[in-house]
């Protein structure tokens, strides 16, 4: 869908350890999201970019921090994972003209 | 912050039953766009109201956009096991610039 990839799908890690993920897409879209998605609380948006290097932050920014020095490219850092930030992330672009968002396929974090 | 309720949380249906989600906002919403995701997926955009009063039909699927742009319902007509998964609705806040997310309704169809 819309070219989105995210690496890596799935991921196990240690309380502790800096983590990033990466979010790639192809058709040049400008604004990028990335999501957590957590049983009862459905998509909350961590950080969101409007261009390259224009990020700004979500309603669950805390112990995440994104960068974005390539249209195609937005990351996802948590510096030092915790148990809580065990989650499935998602990467999303938006579409204008009203077509929403497309959403990557995911990425299952294991913080242990 | 501005929140979107989605009710219920869960519903169970057999199939060729009916069901409805809805979303409530305190504020008036710009737009609002429905997903649908299935177990194991990704969310996939199924649609966006902007007008008030709209009304868009997806084959069984019949979505509305109240009068006051706050709530907006999804009515999926005579259910079949493939209607099975997660359906989200993300209204559209203009001052805040972007969406938010209901928590989302997830539907089991029982064959």
């Known amino acids: 869908d819309a070219g989105i990839t995210q690496s890596p799908r799935h991921k196990v890690t240690e309380t502790g350890t800096p983590v990033t993920l990466r979010c790639h897409q192809t058709?040049?879209?400008?604004?990028m999201y990335w999501y957590r998605q957590d049983p009862g609380h459905g998509l909350r948006l961590i950080h969101y970019?409007?261009?390259?290097?224009?990020?700004d932050k979500g309603e669950v920014s805390d112990g995440y921090s994104v960068s974005r020095s390539k249209t195609e490219d937005f990351l996802l850092t948590l510096e030092s994972a915790t148990s809580s930030q065990t989650s499935v992330y998602f990467c999303a672009i938006r579409h204008t003209g009203g077509d929403g968002y497309t959403f990557g396929s995911g990425t299952r974090l294991t913080v242990v | 912050g501005q929140q979107v309720m989605q009710i219920p949380q869960y519903q169970h249906v057999q199939e060729g039953e009916d069901f409805t989600t809805y979303c409530n906002s305190s504020?008036?919403?710009?737009?609002i766009q429905w997903y649908k995701q299935r177990p194991g997926g990704h969310p996939v955009f199924l649609i966006q109201?902007?007008?008030?009063?709209e009304v868009k039909k997806q084959k069984r699927l019949t979505f509305q956009f109240g009068e006051a742009k706050k709530n907006s319902s999804l009515h999926i007509t005579a259910t079949q096991t493939t209607d099975v998964g997660t359906y989200f609705c993300a209204g559209y806040f203009t001052n805040a610039g972007k969406s938010t997310f209901g928590d989302g309704t997830t539907l089991t169809v029982k064959p």
């Open positions: 970019s409007y261009g390259v290097k224009d990020t």
């Open positions: 504020t008036t919403l710009s737009n």
């Open positions: 058709e040049n879209h400008r604004y």
């Open positions: 109201l902007v007008k008030s009063g």
